[in-house]
């Protein structure tokens, strides 16, 4: 079964829905168009009967999702932080009721972080790159990735990750407990389907109720989640945002070579 969109393609055969970012040319960043897409896709298929598990995963080989479309961030100010935009979104998919499975080649940066972070499990290619840039250009991981990151790797390791916005490698993400395995690149959708046809054959009312009692150990974020909407606020309208994002983009717009 196919619902297509241009920006997101999906496809559900035996029970296995899979959702692909399909913006390759761009790094299949996350533009106000590519959130819808994906929003209008996971709730045609929240109530699907017969969807046991999903994958996320991105169009090519460069890129899961390189981050925001920084062009669109820089315009963003505080009332757009306010609507949480992302967030919802990574939220959507953090309580899609059937179990998630990220599959990861190249990179993974920012919002891109963010968005397999909110899956349950993560599955990376030796190419995988998972990092958390947005300090460096004047604004907040603000969508998911300070509570669900600690959730995942532990405390210490996730202040590095938001402090220093370093990019980390597949085998280090492994070792921290970011991803859940590692293959090699031409393997990582197979891989993928693999372990989504192990859960897809448990029953699946039990699977989805799991997935409800292990989501309960997170507790109430909604205090953390307001507060970390505020403070993007604020960076929204720092002059240092736009003098950091001018300079990504004048440095991405130099031709290379």
């Known amino acids: 079964m196919h619902v297509q969109s241009r920006l997101v393609l999906t496809e559900l055969q035996d029970g296995v829905l899979t959702l692909t970012l399909n913006r390759p040319e761009k790094l299949n960043a996350l533009d106000q168009e590519m959130v819808d897409a994906l929003t209008a896709a996971l709730g045609h298929f929240a109530s699907h009967e017969e969807v046991r598990v999903a994958i996320l995963t991105g169009a090519g080989d460069r890129a899961f999702a390189a981050g ?4 669109q961030l ?4 505080a009332a757009d932080a306010l609507r949480s935009i992302n967030a919802s979104l990574f939220e959507k998919v953090a309580r899609f009721p059937a179990p998630t499975i990220a599959a990861v080649k190249g990179f993974a940066l920012g919002g891109g972080c963010e968005l397999a972070v909110a899956c349950d499990l993560r599955v990376a290619g030796v190419s995988a790159r998972f990092g958390q840039p947005e300090t460096g250009l004047g604004i ?3 969508a998911g990735a300070t509570w669900r990151l600690p959730a995942l790797i532990g405390l210490g390791r996730a202040r590095e990750l938001l402090y220093t916005g370093r990019l980390v490698e597949a085998e280090e993400a492994l070792q921290m ?3 859940n395995q590692v293959v090699a690149n031409e393997e990582v959708l197979a891989a993928a389907h693999d372990m989504a046809r192990q859960i ?3 029953d699946r009312l039990a699977t989805r109720l799991t997935k409800q009692a292990v989501q309960l150990v997170e507790g109430d974020q909604e205090q953390l989640r307001r507060f970390v909407s505020t403070a993007q606020a604020v960076c929204f309208e720092s002059p240092e945002k736009y003098r950091r ?3 990504f983009l004048a440095r991405k717009a130099k031709p290379r070579g």
């Open 245 to 247: 994002m001018d300079a």
């Open 177 to 179: 407990g970011l991803v």
């Open 74 to 77: 820089r315009e963003r100010r």
């Open 68 to 71: 925001a479309d920084v062009a």
């Open 200 to 202: 897809a054959a448990n």
């Open 140 to 142: 907040l991981a603000a």
